[in-house]
């Protein structure tokens, strides 16, 4: 039958649109998936399992204005716990006005002065003294290069080795940082913050002298760098008052 005001051909049609609705149903179904699923191209990343703050290559990114979690700190045998008794290096204080190491004034002779010490911990001090403007060691033979400021560690050699013995070689060095040195020493702080001093003798006669100064704790551990003290030698013989006498006049002085 011919429906009034239609085409004939109608009736194809709607046949054929109808088989396409029923394949496509039929073959979404031999997947699993039913007709009320949404396409999977419009999924969220989340419920497709992947990480949407991830970057190409798996690497993961924080979105803008948001800071990544810290990374958890790798447990490694390199960085064990100190052992028992360590000790930390100490550090110098300062009191009373007085920044330490430091070298009192008045406690400085012709050639000789008292190095006074205040730490934070129990340890030992060593000390070097040089002419100013110690030459220090040659670093290359062929340019003439010198290194004049030793390491904590030359400090302390030389310092343990006491006055007269020689320097401490560097490999790669032409002598060794202290050699021609004019003095040098240790002594022990036995207390936090109590004073501790040493007479520092043979000293160049009335002039300018430098005093390298590192502190180590009871157990070993080494300051990190090296205090550097200069001082001058200075005359300390007292005044004497010069008799003068005036010439007389008419007997009379």
């Known amino acids: 039958m011919v429906v009034p005001g239609r085409s004939p051909s109608f009736r194809p049609h709607l046949l054929l649109v109808v088989t396409v609705v029923v394949l496509l149903a039929l073959a979404r179904g031999s997947h699993g998936e039913t007709t009320s699923q949404p396409d999977a191209g419009f999924y969220g990343l989340d419920e497709l399992g992947l990480d949407p703050t991830a970057a190409p290559g798996g690497a993961s990114v924080?979105?803008?204005?948001?800071?990544?979690?810290?990374?958890?700190?790798?447990?490694?045998?390199?960085?064990?716990s100190p052992p028992a008794g360590f000790q930390p290096a100490p550090s110098f204080l300062a009191s009373n006005g007085v920044a330490y190491p430091s070298i009192p004034y008045s406690l400085v002779s012709e050639d000789a002065l008292v190095l006074e010490v205040q730490l934070d911990a129990p340890g030992t001090v060593y000390y070097v003294a040089t002419t100013t403007g110690y030459?220090?060691?040659?670093?290359?033979?062929?340019?003439?290069?010198r290194r004049t400021t030793p390491t904590p560690e030359e400090v302390r050699a030389r310092g343990a080795a006491g006055a007269g013995a020689a320097g401490v070689g560097t490999p790669g060095e032409a002598g060794a940082w202290g050699d021609g040195a004019l003095t040098a020493g240790a002594f022990v702080v036995a207390s936090a913050a109590a004073v501790a001093s040493a007479n520092v003798t043979d000293l160049t006669y009335i002039g300018a002298v430098d005093l390298w100064v590192v502190a180590a704790s009871t157990s070993g551990a080494l300051q990190l760098y090296v205090s550097l003290l200069t001082a001058n030698t200075r005359d300390v013989t007292p005044?004497?008052?010069?008799?003068?006498?005036?010439?007389?006049?008419?007997?009379?002085?």
């Open 135 to 145: 030459g220090g060691v040659v670093t290359n033979i062929t340019t003439g290069a």
């Open 62 to 80: 924080a979105p803008p204005g948001v800071s990544p979690p810290p990374s958890p700190l790798p447990i490694s045998p390199a960085n064990p």
């Open 239 to 253: 005044p004497e008052f010069l008799m003068v006498r005036t010439p007389s006049v008419g007997g009379v002085l």
